[in-house]
């Protein structure tokens, strides 16, 4: 950024201001990084969509339930247990948690997601594959929607549905062994690691 000042008797004025295109690019890339699954996921899933047929519905809905146990898993033992590497990543946003640039990045995505797919249809069939995988991307869709809106929006008690949420997540953030579901709190039910906040007295199965 390059800023031309013109100095008169009496103090400095601003008269032009140049962008040299630096400080663009960056922006233009963080963007992209932390918003554009938003764009290329929806895109994504119409396409496998249409190569799965409208017919197969029910292995759509299978992939999304399939996408609830997986973001659980991969939350509760990849993030917080036994991958070191992807345990100290996931502790940037817990340590950061309004910090864009802590969160998953938009251009990892493409390479999670291209070998799962080629995967289920190359077992599956393009057909059954790609409605399986069009019920996951569907599901971290969903995922990327809620964790965005509980950390990023002014989200209050007259939001019922999505303020329980951000009180169910950010109970996670605060004592990390629970709530490791964020779309839903099934999972979290199932395997007793729900947790809800009563005054500061934590109320749980989670132990």
């Given amino acids: ?19 040299d295109g630096v400080s663009l690019r960056v922006r233009t890339m963080r963007q992209i ?17 249409d190569l799965a047929g409208v ?15 997986l973001e659980y898993l991969v939350h509760r033992f990849v993030f917080h247990r036994y991958s070191s590497l992807c345990r100290r990543l996931h502790q940037l ?18 390479l999670i997601a291209f ?31 809620v964790h ?13 549905l999505f303020y329980s949420t951000k009180l169910r997540h950010l109970t996670h953030h605060r004592f990390e062994n629970c709530n ?4 839903t709190s099934f999972w979290d039910i199932v395997f007793r690691t729900n947790a809800r906040i009563i005054g500061e007295r934590l109320s749980s ?3």
Avoid: C
């Fill in 1 to 19: 950024m390059l800023v031309t000042v013109e100095k008169t008797s009496e103090r400095p004025i601003i008269v032009a201001v140049r962008d």
């Fill in 33 to 49: 990084r932390q918003f554009g699954d938003f764009v290329i996921v929806p895109l994504a899933s119409v396409i496998f969509i």
């Fill in 55 to 69: 017919d197969r519905l029910y292995l759509v809905l299978a992939g999304l339930a399939a996408w609830t146990l």
């Fill in 93 to 110: 946003h817990h340590d950061h948690p309004n910090d864009l640039d802590a969160e998953r990045s938009s251009l990892s995505t493409p």
């Fill in 115 to 145: 070998p799962i797919g080629f995967l289920l249809i190359a077992t599956a069939g393009v057909e059954d594959g790609s409605a399986i995988f069009t019920g996951l991307l569907l599901g971290y869709l969903a995922f990327i929607t």
């Fill in 148 to 160: 965005y809106a509980v950390h990023r929006l002014p989200i209050g008690p007259n939001s019922r």
């Fill in 180 to 183: 490791f579901g964020v779309t």
């Fill in 205 to 207: 199965g989670a132990g």
